[in-house]
Nanobody, 119 residues
Framework: VQLVESGGHLVKAGGSLRLSCVAS????????MGWYRQAPGKQRELVAA????????NYVDSVKGRFTISRDKAKNTMYLQMNSLKPEDTAVYYC?????????????WGQGTPVTVSS
C-alpha cells in the first residue's frame, strides 16, 4: 500500500483547508486510518483517526469541533477537513494506515503535506 497526501498550503488564521490521502496498491488490506502532524521541534501526534468502516472517529482535544476526518472507500481516499485554523495547527500532516495482510499487521505512512497557518 502506498499513501499520497495533498492539500497542504499556506492559509491565514481562521481559514480552512481540506487534506486528501489517496491509497493505492492492496487497499483491501487497510484497516483503520489516521492523520498525524509534526510541528518543528515537536513529536509527531495523532490528530484524528477513523475506523475501517468509517463509522467511528476520534480526535485530539485541540482540534475537536474544528477538524473532520472522513474516508471514501470507493475512491480509496481519506480526508481531513480543517476549519477555523490556528497558527498552532502549523505542521507537516501525515497520513497513516494500519495494514492487515493475513494476520501480519503493520503501519504505512505517506510523505507528508505541509500546512502553514499565518496569524
Amino acid at each position: 500500500v502506498q499513501l499520497v497526501e495533498s492539500g497542504g498550503h499556506l492559509v491565514k488564521a481562521g481559514g480552512s483547508l481540506r487534506l486528501s490521502c489517496v491509497a493505492s496498491g492492496s487497499t483491501f488490506s487497510i484497516n483503520h486510518m489516521g492523520w498525524y502532524r509534526q510541528a518543528p521541534g515537536k513529536q509527531r501526534e495523532l490528530v484524528a483517526a477513523i475506523s475501517s468502516g468509517g463509522n467511528s472517529t476520534n480526535y485530539v482535544d485541540s482540534v475537536k469541533g474544528r477538524f473532520t476526518i472522513s474516508r471514501d472507500k470507493a475512491k480509496n481516499t481519506m480526508y481531513l477537513q480543517m476549519n477555523s485554523l490556528k497558527p498552532e495547527d502549523t505542521a507537516v500532516y501525515y497520513c497513516n494506515a494500519e495494514i492487515d495482510e493475513l494476520g501480519l499487521r503493520f503501519n504505512v505512512w505517506g510523505q507528508g503535506t505541509p500546512v502553514t497557518v499565518s496569524s
